[in-house]
């Protein structure tokens, strides 16, 4: 045979091959495949559409055997984790290198971290993210409301909303407004506290966002703050559960409109406590809540008239 036929081959999308192992289930025709679906070459009915592995990316005989390609994509980072790091005292196999070699991969690694940006924008955007990721791990938020803080950050980049404000502040106002989109109850003290940022900084810097991206932040109620005050504040579950439904039936009669959440369900807890007969103390529930005890006695004389 000539090495013209054996290497004469194509390597379209659209070359169909047919297929013999099946037959058509609605008439018993040709079935042809290609690199996008499997067809009926006679009735035209679409067998299969979907051509993606979803199984494991190693190959191995057993468990032992299995290495990952890499680590997956991630918008928490700047390059998307696929950037690479020279590694230190050993080698790939784990085995230590004479120390020539040790002082070559340092000036290397060196190099690396200077020529690791291609402009001061990159540079920026892994700063921000940086500070992103330390603030989720400090307010104990999930990964999916880290990813969605990551992506707020990349987009108030791109539509150079940075221009003039620091990056801690945005990055303090992207963590603020992924946890109001998901509806988590956090404040604003609770994030620029962590953030080392003053408050109205970060305000200013949501209010920005917001009115940029259009955030789909829903108004935070009184009653989403009631389990986390509770627990700050050990309550047992009788004063939680009478605080919410307070708050609930408040929020029905449209009491809470215009209020402060936190310092409206410190006052829930409060009256919860009194009828329950436990006298929790204006200063503690004001005090969880970052509220005055002004507020909290204010909103209590609110649900006495107002709420049964």
Known sequence: MATRDIYESGFDENVQTESSANQCPECDGRVTTNAVETVCEDCGLVIDEQRIDHGPEWRAYDDEERERTGAPLTAARHDRGLSTEIGRGTDAKGNEISGQKRRRLTRMRREQTRGRWRSKAERNLAHGLGEVRRLASALELSDSVRDQACQLFRSAQNEDLLRGRSIEAIAAASVYGACRCNG???????????????????????????????????????????????????????????????????????????????????????????EEGRWLTQSEAADVANASRATVRAHRDTLEEQVA
């Open 184 to 274: 988590r109850s956090r404040l604003v003290d609770d994030v620029s506290e962590m953030a080392r940022v003053a408050e109205s900084r970060v305000t200013n810097a949501y209010k920005t966002l917001n009115e940029a991206l259009g955030l789909p932040a829903e108004p935070v109620s009184p009653s989403m703050f009631v389990p986390r005050l509770a627990s700050d504040l050990e309550c047992p579950d009788e004063i939680r559960q009478r605080a919410r439904a307070l708050a609930e039936e408040a929020e029905e009669r449209g009491v809470t409109t215009g209020v402060h959440p936190a310092g409206f369900a410190a006052a829930c807890l409060y009256k919860a406590g009194r």
